[in-house]
């Protein structure tokens, strides 16, 4: 079966008592929820390199971010940060790292997990682009930290979670303050590692968080305990955005079982939570193998019960139409331009 055509991603309607995004109810229930003050919503971005923004100017120009500038008009914002990325420090400019704050190895939920080996006063500071309620910590093992939002009252926050990721919150109400555009300050009281945060409104709002990492493949998003899926309990989405194939198609591609087993094992982890799914099939490469796993995708969604993928093939065309509209700055990498254009077709979909 084809992917969705540009017709099939049309928005259902504007109104929030009618909304309705096709073949994804727990989502389309979440933003009428939202919508109506009764609950924030959230979307999950999980992918490689062209999910986390490789090539844009950071975070900023990547998909998840421009999807949520997008649908701005729904209350919709990218919240979180987790890790890095795999890119560096400068990815994100909405967080600051102290000496001695660093992204490990592990194959955590957004890359490697942030960690200050030094246990110095050094702060990490995390300043969202809009006024939050509260703020959720998410940490792997036995993780100790001093949290500071704006001016307030420090509020030690502690896990003793093993080896998995659990989640404590903090909300400015703790802190002495009044919802605002705070920035969070997080100091390490101890080596275990640290996730990330997301700095939200409670009763309202859509949540976009970018959980992509530069360079994964489909195996890469199953670790146990601490990964990306088994993070999903964690995170409790709405929705999960998945955008997974062009590191396992290029080069020597992956073999079928394997790659379908680990979408098959974000799949399960994401349906046990309630989350709606949407897989998509990555941007056109040039690649002659991306045909198949187009088709292991379709496969995949229809033995799931899964709306069909949504081929973001349809937002650039292919690789020649693509590069001579500026929209790619290599092979595989859109422009900040090429991200807006896959941020519009997914908002047509979801929106």
């Known amino acids: 079966m084809p992917g969705l055509s540009l017709a099939e991603v049309a928005p259902a309607g504007a109104s929030a008592a009618r909304f309705s995004a096709p073949g994804l109810p727990r989502w389309s229930a979440a933003v009428r929820r939202a919508q ?11 992918g490689d390199s062209t999910t986390s923004g490789y090539g844009a100017p950071g ?20 919240t979180g940060f987790f890790s890095d990325a795999g890119l560096g420090a400068t990815y994100d400019s909405r967080m600051v790292r102290g000496a001695g704050w ?11 997990f942030y960690r200050n ?7 990490m500071v995390f300043t969202p682009q809009l006024p939050f309620e509260a703020v959720d910590l998410f940490l792997y ?3 100790s930290i001093r949290v500071t939002i704006g001016a307030g009252t420090p509020v030690v926050v502690t896990g003793a979670f093993g080896t998995t990721v659990g989640k404590r919150t903090v909300t400015c109400d703790q802190a002495g303050l009044a ?14 590692g640290h996730v990330g945060l997301d700095c939200h409104d409670t009763a309202t709002g859509i949540s976009v968080m970018n959980a992509g990492v530069s360079g994964w493949r489909a195996a890469d998003f199953t670790g146990v305990g601490f990964g990306p899926a088994d993070t999903l309990d964690v995170l409790a989405p709405d929705l999960l955005i998945y955008n997974v194939g062009i590191n396992d198609w290029g080069g020597t591609p992956t073999a079928e079982t394997p790659w379908k087993a680990s979408v098959q094992t974000v799949i399960d982890r994401a349906v046990a939570v309630g989350s709606d799914v949407l897989l998509t099939i990555p941007i056109n490469t040039g690649s002659g193998n991306r045909p198949t796993f187009a088709q292991y995708l379709r496969d995949l969604a229809t033995l799931n019960g899964l709306v069909q993928p949504l081929d973001l093939g349809l937002a650039l065309g292919n690789l020649a139409q693509a590069t001579a509209a500026g929209d790619m700055i290599d092979s595989l990498h859109p422009s900040t331009q090429g991200y807006g254009k896959v941020a519009a077709l997914i908002r047509r979909r979801i929106a």
């Not at 009764?38 to 971005?45: E, F, Q, T």
């Open 179 to 192: 919802r605002g555009a705070h920035a969070v300050s997080l100091v390490a009281l101890n080596t275990s």
């Open 141 to 143: 093992g036995a993780t």
């Open 36 to 46: 109506s003050g009764r609950g924030r919503a959230k979307v999950v971005c999980f």
């Open 102 to 112: 660093a992204a490990d190895t592990t194959k955590g939920l957004g890359g490697g």
């Open 59 to 78: 975070r900023s120009g990547a998909w998840p971010r421009q999807l949520a500038e997008q649908m701005g008009w729904r209350g919709a914002r990218e």
């Open 117 to 123: 080996l030094t246990v110095t006063a050094n702060p």
